[in-house]
């Protein structure tokens, strides 16, 4: 059974990091166009520039767009991350310790997914491989890249 689930892994996380990816595209997008229920669930949108709303949410949608595609997938996913502790702390942990007491559950949640995705790469299904796998005329093709199998 192990055998199997460990083969599996690969694709596994790729459909968790296209997920994750449009998930916090979805968020970029709603606070940014005012799709989605808009910024907040009003309908409305964040004014343009204002700190931190505005680039959090240009970071929402092109790091979620970079992850849903697998391009770039560990930068994407590190900037991601880091952005998402930051509301963590910033925004959320002042009122009350704990994910829900103080409405962080999504940034805290994001912020760990994202993580995850800096140390594992993008898994099956990302631009990140085909990219990789097209050699050019004068040099031999690389090998594919592994992804770590967890004990």
């Keep these: 059974m192990s055998g199997r ?16 990816g449009l998930l916090f595209a979805c968020h970029g997008a709603a606070s940014l166009f005012g799709v989605l229920g808009g910024a907040s669930g009003t309908g409305g949108t964040i004014e343009s520039g204002t700190w931190p709303g505005w680039y959090a949410a240009v970071i929402q949608l092109v790091g979620g767009g970079l992850v849903l595609l697998g391009l770039g997938t560990r930068a994407a996913a590190l900037v991601s991350s880091g952005s998402m502790a930051y509301a963590y702390f910033k925004v959320h942990q002042p009122s009350a310790l704990w994910p829900m007491e103080n409405g962080g559950e999504a940034s805290a949640m994001f912020c760990w997914a994202f993580l995850l995705l800096v140390f594992t790469g993008s898994g099956a299904f990302g631009l990140d491989r085909l990219l990789a796998r097209r050699p050019s005329g004068r040099e031999k093709p690389a090998a594919e890249p592994q992804t770590p199998v967890a004990a």
Aim: proline letters at 6%; hydrophobic letters at 55%.
């Design 5 to 20: 689930l460990d083969s599996a892994q690969p694709y596994a996380l790729g459909l968790f990091r296209i997920v994750v």
